[in-house]
Every structure is written in structure tokens, then in C-alpha cells.
């Protein structure tokens, strides 16, 4: 099917459009954090975080083991709340939009924010089709018919630069693929339901070279698509895939900078310190 009737069709399915790319003149406002705490019993463990995420824009978060990053990221997507014992306050809005609004549901946040975690995760009792259509129950109205399926399967594929490795195999089991290639499913998954921010926690960490730089170079391309946030341990991963940066340390965020400014000339002493490898 061409590509054009397939983006036709994915308006019709989820009222967005395939790919937008960025308007290097403007910076938009994708998702809005202001005073964010997040707690895990009494401990808390992001304090006060107030940051913007800029619609086609990917922006790394970096810091320390501990320092809250991963929670925060979790908490743009509402998944904080699925643990035991925690809670949320200060506001998280998306579009204009706070989600953790009374009347928002959890579930159609998390359709319109995608998340990846460190490991691989495909359905192991799926097909590679399968997989990728997974989340589709969640979009309004329910699942679509095979066909619509089959057409957002294809460009969810496509856009996780795995479809010409997989399209002649779409039923095999997708424990069958490579560990780069189960995590581009899984970004395939997440990206299946047209979402308009994507979450990807330390996505290579369990990746080989390889593979790291398929999924470096694909998050760099993504942000056409999408608003990427990624939280990441590698400095340098950070430095090559973002437009921005994020330093956080106990739970703060230090500073927000353009990464070629954040790792050339950051303007708190402590992120100089981290990114030196003072500590950390």
C-alpha cells in the first residue's frame, strides 16, 4: 500500500498525522513540568522539578544513578502511580492539559505518551504483528479491523526503521529477533498508537554497539515524529542524540541547556563536575 494512503489512513484512525517535522524557527511547548515531586512511601525522590519538553525536539536527561531521572521520566506517563506506595504532586501538563487531571485517565495518557524501557520487552506468546498492534485496543472505539491494522503496523514498522528486516516474517514469534531489534519493536509498539510524546528509559543499556548506534541514529530521526525524552547514563549518547539536555542530582534538576552548550560550557559548577567525571 502506498505510503500516502497509509498516512491518510492513520489521520482517519487517530486524528494525527504520521510525521511533522520541526519548525527549526519555533519552539513549542509539548509537555509542561512545574513544581513535580514524586514520592515512593515517605522518601521522596524528585523535588521541585520544573522543565520543558519542546514538541520535535529529543531531550536527554542525564545524571548520576539515584537522582530521581527515571522516576521523573515515569511520571510524564502516569506509570509512577503503578507502584506500590507512591505519589505525585506539583503538575504535569500535556498540551495545555494537566494529566493528572480527575477527569484524565491513565490509560489514554499513556496512548498519547509512548514509553520504552532498558530491556527489551516484546510479548513473548506474540507475533512480530502482533506485537506492534498491541497497544491499538487502547485507541477510540476499540481495535481496528485486520486491514486498518495491518496499515498501522506497517508504519509504526517503518518509522522504527525495522520493517524492511521483519516484513517478510510478520507472524514469526518476536523473541525470535535480535536484542536491537526487539527493542526497535518495542519502540515500534509504542509507536503504533500515534502517541505524541515518546519515553525511552536507558534504551541501550543492554545493547550491544551495534545495535546501540541502530537505536541512536533512530531516535535522532524520530523526533520528525514525535516530542523524544531519554533518560540516559552516557553522556556521549546523550551529546550525539539530543537538541537538549537535562542534569539532575538528588532529585533536582541542576540546569537545561542545548546539549552543545550543557557540554562545552554548563553554567552551574556541578554539572561541570559531573560531566568532567568528578563524581558520578
Not at 498516512?7 to 509537555?31: Q, W, Y
Not at 514509553?115 to 506474540?126: D, G, N, S
Not at 519493536?185 to 509507536?191: N, V
Not at 541547556?257 to 559531573?274: C, H, I, K, Q
Request: net charge neutral; hydrophobic share 40%.
Amino acid at each position: 500500500m502506498a505510503l500516502a494512503e497509509t498516512d491518510r489512513r492513520l489521520v482517519r484512525l487517530t486524528g494525527r498525522t504520521a510525521s511533522g517535522p520541526a519548525d527549526p524557527g519555533k519552539e513549542e511547548t509539548r509537555v509542561a513540568v512545574r513544581g513535580l515531586n514524586a514520592f515512593y512511601g515517605s522518601t521522596q525522590v524528585v523535588r521541585d522539578v520544573s522543565v520543558d519538553f519542546h514538541a520535535h525536539e529529543v531531550t536527554a536527561v542525564i545524571g548520576p544513578s539515584g537522582c530521581g531521572k527515571s522516576t521523573m521520566l515515569r511520571c510524564l506517563n502516569r506509570m509512577h502511580e503503578t507502584a506500590p506506595d507512591t505519589r505525585v504532586s506539583g503538575c504535569v501538563e500535556l498540551d495545555g492539559r494537566d494529566i493528572y487531571g480527575r477527569d484524565v485517565s491513565a490509560i489514554s495518557i499513556r496512548r498519547h505518551v509512548g514509553m520504552v524501557f532498558q530491556r527489551p520487552t516484546p510479548f513473548p506468546t506474540m507475533s512480530i504483528r502482533d506485537n506492534v498492534g498491541a497497544g491499538l485496543r487502547v485507541l477510540p472505539g476499540g481495535m481496528p479491523a485486520r486491514g486498518e491494522v495491518d496499515v498501522i503496523v506497517e508504519r509504526a514498522l517503518r518509522s522504527a526503521a525495522l520493517w524492511d528486516e521483519v516484513k517478510d516474517r510478520l507472524s514469526d514469534n518476536a523473541t525470535g529477533l535480535s536484542g536491537g531489534q526487539q527493542q526497535r519493536l518495542c519502540i515500534a509498539r509504542a509507536l503504533a498508537t500515534s502517541p505524541r510524546v515518546l519515553l525511552l528509559d536507558e534504551p541501550t543499556a543492554s545493547l550491544d554497539p551495534i545495535s546501540t548506534q541502530a537505536i541512536e541514529e533512530l531516535v535522532y530521526e524520530l523526533r520528525r515524529e514525535v516530542t523524544v525524552v531519554i533518560v540516559t547514563h552516557n553522556m556521549q549518547q546523550a551529546a550525539r542524540v539530543s537538541d537538549r539536555t537535562a542534569f539532575m542530582l538528588s532529585g533536582e534538576l541542576v540546569e537545561v541547556a542545548p546539549s552543545s552548550v550543557l557540554f562545552t560550557n554548563p553554567g552551574d559548577a556541578r554539572t561541570e563536575d559531573y560531566i568532567t567525571g568528578r563524581f558520578g
